[in-house]
């Protein structure tokens, strides 16, 4: 809970309630619960959200006096107690801190919760760069947000739009070889329908093992391998694209 003090008025606190951190996968909905608690002797006459700076609702993602509110920002409190915030459609620009701002009759009783509400878009993040790996070496992936934690169970992870057996935020991949390559994405399993930006992982042979004995004719053992990393596409056409892209050309 947040108190505010306000100057030569009645000697009465202003109140602001804020959610904790809030984190969600891009294309998701967030909700921002939000309460306040205004001076009786005063009327609310504007409420807002802002990005960032929040001094007098310009910029702002949501301003209760303007007509040309961004839709994905919606508000869903008052002028009394409730400032809820949803947010539709999340996307990387919404990683950033909200504010809310409510403005009185009497100037010197508006205030701006200046701590805000952190909002964090999930991504994934690799354990490692892109180089030339050894057999037997590995990579992790890690499905995670700036300032959140996420629980063992939420997290379920997909290879090219098919979902894999593994969940967590942690996603290990030992033993590379081509098998491993694609397009990795991530979500929470309450709404699978949205997931992280593609991680594209791309796995060339760069030389492999003399026949074994114990080995079928046809088969080679990798010995040195190039592994490429990287966030692949920023929209959903790009994803529903990307089995045409496939990232994985060279097969063991």
Not at 22 to 33: A, D, F, I, N, W
Not at 117 to 128: D, L
Not at 172 to 177: D, F, I, M, V, W
Not at 212 to 236: C, F, G, M, W
Request: aromatic share 8%; hydrophobic share 35%.
């Amino acid at each position: 809970m947040l108190w505010f003090r306000i100057k030569k008025l009645e000697d009465i606190s202003v109140s602001l309630n804020y959610p904790d951190p809030v984190c969600g996968v891009k294309g998701s909905t967030v909700l921002l619960p939000c309460s306040f608690t205004p001076l009786k002797s005063v009327k609310i006459i504007r409420v807002g959200w802002c990005h960032e700076i929040c001094f007098s609702l310009t910029p702002s993602v949501y301003d209760s006096k303007s007509n040309i509110n961004n839709p994905r920002y919606r508000y869903l409190g008052d002028k009394k107690r409730n400032c809820t915030l949803q947010i539709s459609d999340l996307q990387k620009e919404d990683d950033a801190t909200f504010r809310f701002r409510m403005e009185a009759d009497d100037s010197r009783a508006s205030f701006t919760g200046q701590s805000g509400v952190r909002v964090s878009v999930m991504k994934i993040r690799s354990s490692r760069d892109d180089g030339e790996f050894k057999r037997g070496e590995a990579v992790t992936l890690n499905c995670s947000a700036a300032i959140c934690t996420i629980h063992q169970l939420e997290v379920t992870w997909f290879r090219d739009g098919h979902a894999l057996s593994e969940t967590g935020p942690a996603l290990h991949l030992s033993y590379l070889t081509a098998k491993h390559c694609g397009n990795y994405t991530c979500g929470l399993k309450k709404n699978k329908r949205t997931l992280s930006v593609p991680y594209s992982l791309h796995v060339e042979v760069l030389s492999s093992e003399v026949f074994s004995a114990d080995k079928q004719k046809n088969e080679r053992d990798p010995l040195l391998i190039r592994v490429t990393l990287h966030p692949r596409y920023d929209t959903h056409r790009d994803i529903v694209a990307s089995e045409r892209r496939h990232p994985c050309l060279i097969e063991v």
